[in-house]
């Protein structure tokens, strides 16, 4: 694969619902109930149910990995965490997109790729980078 800076990742868009909400959840160990009861959630002034902030992450994490073809390729990751993903109670859940395109070719064989990454048409994560062994 030729990367250049300016080229461009493939644009990606994942679902997340509550069952991959509650999978998570079970998977870290963050029980916290603004990720799945409605009430808490809005008792603290969200919206509604939101999606962990590093299951976000995980998301932009893996539209890299899937351009790279190659999970271990990712060495390195910031976010700033900036809007939350809301994920309605209902079968389609909210869609997270992920842009990216490489911001620069850094002297030791890696790029590194900045990345937008938004949930119904607003941007939640801010900062968003990554930096990728090329292959």
Known sequence: MTVEVG???????FRVTRADLVRYAGASGDLNPIHWSDRTATSVGLPGVIAHGMLTMAVAGRAVTAWTGDPAALVEQH??????????????????????KVGALLDDGRARVDL??????DKVLSLARAVVALA
């Open 7 to 13: 080229t461009e990742l493939p644009e990606q868009v």
């Open 79 to 100: 976010v700033r965490f900036g809007r939350p993903v809301v994920v309605p109670d209902d079968d389609q859940g909210a869609e997270i997109t992920v842009r990216g």
């Open 116 to 121: 937008t990454v938004t949930s119904d048409g």
